[in-house]
Each structure stands twice: as structure tokens, then as C-alpha cells.
């Protein structure tokens, strides 16, 4: 069989962040500081999907031909998968569309959190609607094909190890990288775990299932093995939601990949709480370059609301700094635009995400993904249900105190005042660009000389 992996990266879409949901790119709204800012974001070219990885090595597995087709119309094929982000969602529906007029014989599928929380979206197609983990057409496949109904229930892969690796031979991998985790390209994605176990109520992560799977860490370490030595990979992104719930695995991993006989460059993504100062050092040992840590708002009150458990703020603020000391890149989540927000409850973010100076702050204007419980709560309070702005850039609710022209200025000001003041490069200066640390390392290197060389005396 010919199967078609079509995608897209419509309105600039990240179709692998937001647990599937994808977000957008900050384009900056007011003057040239927002510009420079969005040039950073813009910098990057972050891998396709991790999912879609996994599919081409899924139906290479089953024995079929695989190609990967994006932004134009594809070659003819028997079946066509798409994995559609809220951003992209009107682009692939219309590629469906198209598709169904010129090659009515073949099939299509619907795969990834789109399928799982907005089935509805694909009831006017003819199309397969596989709600759960793309990968069970490993096991699926057939029924799906001659499934009766639309919607064809897939549950999840119950043990990751037998997954195939991820074929990342269809795709322009060698383009990969992600600058503000790593220096050193191309770049992967991998996983450790599926899943979270916490209970926010805005967070798609935990739409499909509220716990967690573990791989072998001995299989993760074979995958990176696979992934350097095949596509040349030098850094790879974990994309579990909650890395390091369990600590034997962490450090069984650690000892894995300190095995490998190359050094690598890995970030990961976790709670503070989480993560203790040995096993972050355990971690940089073997290759870890960067953290990326969802603090969101310093009010208690509004993480209780929303079924989040809050961090001490003090705690934060110390994690942000024993890893700037250790020379651990930290990447903060922000959010603001909460529907009971006010101007200074925004501007309290803003200084509190100056007080903690992490390396990177993303701020993101709170966004409620369909499949949610946040969603059906704010559900009548939502202005906006075109999903192409969804980008968590774009503010689309009603708000209780503000507008959202205002949440818009507030946001953009955040992005600026944060990025701009002399504290945030004083504290940053050696992650953000670690060349420097040779140049520091040397200056510091010649004054040790100069002062420990003997002083000459007049005759």
C-alpha cells in the first residue's frame, strides 16, 4: 500500500507543542523590540511531529511505501494521514477536501489530540477519525481500514518498547535544530514517558489519560544511539510532560547514555519539584544543556483555581539560579490572560518573571483547547472560535476586567520588558552565548598570571 504522512506548517504552526494542540510564533505587535524578539523565535526550525515519526516507521514495519508530502498537493496514494494542529486545522480540512474530489478511491485518516477532542471538526468527510495514540495502527491498521464508522477508538500503546525507532529518513531532519535548548545541531525529538499525572484543567497533555508510561531507558539510550549514528543527530528534545517522575529510570538513563561513545546535547522539560540538585548535576554530566519549567503566574489563588499545585515562590527563584550557576539553560513558561485577569495581575507576572530571570521567558496568553476542562468551563466567556488564532499569542476570551486589545498591549509589554533590561544579559550573558565562557575563562586565566608574577623593582 502507498501511503502519504501530508503536512503542513500553516500560520507558522508547531504542530509537536502544546501536548499536539501545536502553537504559533510570536510576530510582536508594536515596535522594533517586538521585532527582535519575534526574530529569535523565528531562528529555529523545530523537528516534525514526533508521531509522524513514529508513523513512517509504523508502516515500514507493516511493509508499506511511505513518502512525506508538505504545503503542496500530494502524489497519488492509498491512504493519506494528517496529524492537524487547532492552527492548521482549516488548511488540512480543505486539503481533505481536495483530496476526496481528484482521488475519491483512497482513504484518509485523522490521527493525533485533533481527532481525539474535536471529531466533530471531520463529520461533513468521508474520512477515518483514529481517536487515540497514531502509533496502534501498528496493530490497527486493518480494522481501521474497514472500519463501518467514522470514528474508529484506537486506546493507546500499552508498552512503548514495542514501538518501532522513528524513521526520520522522510523528512529534511538535517534542518532540525532548536537554538534556545542547544548548540549543537541537528536536532530530535525522543521521549522518555507518555503521559502526566497532575491535574491542571487547561493542559492538553492529560486529555486521552491522567498517568504516566515508562520506556526502558536502556531502549531511549539504543534510540539516541540509533539517531546519532544514522541521521547525525547531536542534541535531542524529551518531550515527556513530566520528565523525572520516576528517579530509578532518570538515572538508569543517566548511566545509559554516559555509556554511549559520543557526547550529546539533551534539554528536558519537568517540575521544580521534581528535580534535585544531584540529579540535575548527574544529568549535565552526561549531556544536559537545558530545563524547560511551567511557573505560569506567582498567584496562588489562580493556580489553585485552575487544579494546578503551586511552587513556593522563593523555590523558583532558587532553581532558576542553582542552574544558572551550574550552567543549565532554564526555559520559563508565563501565562497571562486568565479570564478574572486585571492590568496589574499581568503586570505581577511580568515582575516576578524579572525577580526569577530565567535564560528564556515564554509568555503565553492563556488558551482553552477543546477536549479540556478549561474549555468547557470558559466555553460561553470564548470571543473567538477561529482556531487559526488559537497560537497562545493571541488573546480569544471575554474578560472580566480587560479587553483584549488590552490583554494584547499587556502581553506584548511583558515579551519587551522582560527581554530588554540590562539584568536579564548580565545574568544571562554566558548561557545565552557560551563562547563567552572560553573568553572569561582566559581573561581570568591572564589576570591569575599578571597578579602572581613577580613585581620588578627600580635600580
Known amino acids: 500500500m502507498r501511503v502519504v504522512l501530508w503536512d503542513t506548517n500553516h500560520n507558522s504552526v508547531q504542530k509537536d507543542y502544546a501536548g499536539g494542540m501545536g502553537t504559533g510564533l510570536y510576530r510582536g505587535r508594536r515596535d522594533v523590540r517586538d521585532w527582535l524578539i519575534s526574530q529569535g523565535y523565528r531562528r529555529d526550525r523545530r523537528p516534525v511531529a514526533l508521531n509522524f515519526s513514529y508513523l513512517a516507521g509504523v508502516f515500514r514495519r507493516l511493509g508499506h511505501s511511505v513518502?512525506?508530502?508538505c504545503n503542496r498537493f500530494p502524489p497519488d496514494a492509498d491512504l493519506y494521514v494528517f496529524n492537524p494542529a487547532l492552527m492548521s486545522l482549516g488548511a488540512e480540512h480543505q486539503m481533505m477536501q481536495k483530496l476526496l474530489a481528484a482521488r475519491p478511491q483512497a482513504q484518509i485518516?485523522?490521527?493525533g489530540p485533533i481527532a481525539y477532542a474535536l471529531p466533530e471538526a471531520f463529520a461533513d468527510l468521508p474520512v477515518k477519525v483514529v481517536r487515540g495514540e497514531a502509533e496502534m495502527l501498528l496493530w490497527?491498521?486493518?480494522e481501521v481500514l474497514s472500519h463501518d464508522e467514522q470514528v474508529v477508538p484506537v486506546g493507546s500503546v500499552k508498552d512503548l518498547d514495542t514501538l518501532p525507532l522513528p524513521d526520520w529518513s522522510l523528512f529534511n531532519y538535517r534542518k532540525f535544530r532548536i537554538q534556545y535548548d542547544?548548540?549543537?545541531?541537528?536536532?530530535?525529538?525522543?521521549?522518555?514517558?507518555?503521559g502526566c499525572t497532575f491535574t491542571c484543567n487547561y493542559c492538553p497533555y492529560i486529555m486521552v489519560e491522567n498517568h504516566t508510561r515508562f520506556r526502558d531507558p536502556e531502549c531511549v539510550a539504543e534510540e539516541i544511539r540509533h539517531g546519532a549514528t544514522?541521521?547525525?543527530?547531536r542534541s535531542f528534545k524529551f518531550r515527556d510532560p513530566l520528565f523525572?517522575?520516576?528517579?530509578?529510570?532518570?538515572?538508569?538513563l543517566i548511566e545509559k547514555?554516559?555509556?554511549l561513545p559520543f557526547k550529546i546535547q539533551f534539554s528536558i522539560e519537568s517540575r521544580i519539584d521534581l528535580m534535585r540538585r544531584e540529579t540535575l548535576a548527574a544529568l549535565q554530566e552526561v549531556g544536559l544543556t537545558s530545563i524547560t519549567v511551567g511557573i505560569e503566574t506567582p498567584s496562588e489563588k489562580t493556580l489553585r483555581r485552575y487544579k494546578r499545585a503551586p511552587i513556593k515562590d522563593d523555590r523558583q527563584r532558587d532553581f532558576v539560579r542553582m542552574c544558572r550557576n551550574m550552567g543549565?539553560?532554564?526555559v520559563a513558561g508565563f501565562m497571562v490572560g486568565f479570564p478574572e485577569d486585571t492590568e496589574q495581575s499581568i503586570l505581577d507576572v511580568l515582575r516576578y518573571a524579572r525577580q526569577v530571570n530565567p535564560t528564556f521567558a515564554n509568555f503565553n496568553i492563556v488558551t482553552p483547547y477543546p477536549g479540556t476542562e478549561f474549555f468547557s468551563q470558559v466555553k460561553n466567556d470564548i470571543e473567538d472560535f477561529d482556531f487559526s488564532h488559537y497560537s497562545v499569542y493571541e488573546p480569544i476570551l471575554k474578560y472580566e476586567n480587560l479587553t483584549r486589545q488590552k490583554v494584547s498591549e499587556l502581553h506584548s509589554q511583558c515579551m519587551r520588558k522582560f527581554y530588554f533590561n540590562s539584568r536579564y544579559f548580565a545574568d544571562n550573558a554566558l548561557l545565552l552565548w557560551p563562547w563567552l565562557r572560553r573568553f572569561v575563562k582566559l581573561r581570568s586565566h591572564e589576570t591569575s598570571v599578571t597578579s602572581d608574577a613577580p613585581v620588578s623593582r627600580a635600580a
Open 244 to 252: 523525572g517522575l520516576d528517579r530509578r529510570r532518570v538515572f538508569s
Open 182 to 194: 542547544f548548540w549543537r545541531f541537528p536536532t530530535a525529538l525522543v521521549q522518555l514517558s507518555r
Open 109 to 111: 485518516f485523522v490521527t
Open 230 to 233: 544514522h541521521y547525525g543527530f
Open 257 to 259: 547514555i554516559g555509556m
Open 328 to 330: 543549565i539553560r532554564t
Open 140 to 142: 490497527k491498521l486493518d
Open 67 to 69: 513518502q512525506y508530502v
